[in-house]
């Protein structure tokens, strides 16, 4: 299948805003993202994001991103040799740190410490590495809760490669159900979840919502852990907090700084209380209970 690489060039401020920007309206997409450093002097940063097939509408849409993120440029597409650039560009990601945890791939075992909480994830087509801002900042929540609540039932909503579900499962030995909309995303997060020795805590299922009866069967959870997109997590307040137990703890991430008031509205408006908020890289990851 014909790969493109759609790609802008801009200053490096323009630049961070519109990769965050991208990342948020294509997450559910699954297209890789990226931005390097074309010349330091002049100020000159490229933005790139790689498709299959036809980019008609994804183009469209890009274009959309970019106006509202003031950049009035076109955008130049590029016909790739057909290469997996999902695998491509995970290869030279570098381990990343998220309080006790290191989130790395099979090439970097060897650059983890013995005080480390050690997650391996490859190269896949779910989303979720660890070196993207919400899930660091996930990472680092659900360490501080479970360390503070003793979570005993866990749901992992949107799993996607299901770095969080095998965090949650490595920090305490609880049950973790690791749920995603896509089966692919399924099939990954099933295959890290062995990987990384956490089968016998971790189940994986696909569920298109709330009403599937898995939910109802394995809940109600006392902490949710969500990584999606704001717009979708506001939509589903009420469904959390139907599934989360009495004084349960929700770690909500996927949402944009700007995003983060309307979250938090949403949420207290389905009677949850806002507990803390960390901030990463534009993104930022809420604590709530009910």
Known sequence: MTQTRLHITTGREVA???????????ESDGWPIAMIEIDEDRDIHEVSLYADGEVVDIERRMAEVLSSEGHAGGIEREVLPDVDWVAKSLEGLKPVEAGRFIVHGSHDRKDVRADQIAIEIEAGLAFGTGHHGTTSGCLEMI???IAEEKPT?????????????????????????ATDIDPVATEVAAANVRLNGAADHVETATAEGFDDPIFAAR???????????????????????AHLA???SLVLSGILDRQHDAVVEAYVAAKFRHIETFH??????????N
């Open 143 to 145: 360490e501080k809760v």
């Open 153 to 177: 039932n866990a749901l992992d909503l949107g799993t996607g490669s299901a770095v969080l579900a095998i965090a949650v499962a490595k920090l305490a030995p609880i049950p973790v159900l």
């Open 246 to 248: 009495a004084d349960g």
């Open 280 to 289: 990463r890289e534009g993104w930022v990851t809420i604590h709530l209970k």
């Open 16 to 26: 961070n805003r519109i990769f965050a920007a991208l990342e948020a309206a294509f």
């Open 219 to 241: 809940g109600p959870f006392d902490l949710i852990v969500a990584n999606i997109l704001a717009q979708p997590l506001m939509q589903l307040a009420p469904e959390m907090a």
